[in-house]
């Protein structure tokens, strides 16, 4: 059985504002058993666990696997993590659909460049389809 645990540590492109947090990288676990992922990475500010402790708990689990006994974590980061790294996956899984713009900032600055943000989107193309969104261009007053 191939059983591994691995630390990762990634800086951000930019710094991000999270619950009064500056966060400027994400750092979390990638847990690998029998050659299926999964990731383990506490989000601070919103994880009620620490990455210290989903750390040792996924050492714990893995080395309960290691014995042939059945992993049972308790910490939701790592529960995600092992139920994705022992999840029977489809061999064939879909096309992946196109990403959501994230619209990051204050609102008067996003307000004033709204009409830029919309013609960005109209490019986007359907999946399957040669032709555009539909986009609506709105306003909406941030008070």
């Not at 061999?91 to 009409?115: H, S, V």
């Not at 969104?133 to 007053?141: A, D, E, F, I």
Request: contains cysteine; proline residues 10%; charged residues 20%.
């Amino acid at each position: 059985m191939q059983l591994a645990l691995y630390r990762y540590s990634l800086p951000l492109r930019q710094p991000l504002m999270f619950k009064g947090q500056r966060l400027v990288g994400r750092e979390g676990l990638l847990v690998t058993i029998n050659g299926q992922w999964g990731e383990i990475a506490p989000l601070p500010g919103f994880s009620m666990e620490t990455l210290a402790e989903v750390e040792a708990e996924s050492l714990a689990c893995l080395a309960a696997i290691k014995r042939g006994e059945k992993a049972t974590p308790t910490l939701p980061s790592v529960q995600f993590g092992f139920d994705c790294a022992q999840r029977s996956w489809p061999a064939n899984l879909p096309a992946p659909l196109l990403p959501y713009p994230l619209l990051q900032g204050a609102p008067a600055a996003l307000l004033a460049n709204l009409d830029n943000i919309v013609t960005d989107w109209g490019r986007c193309r359907r999946p399957g389809s040669s032709s555009r969104w539909h986009v609506t261009p709105w306003r909406r007053s941030w008070r």
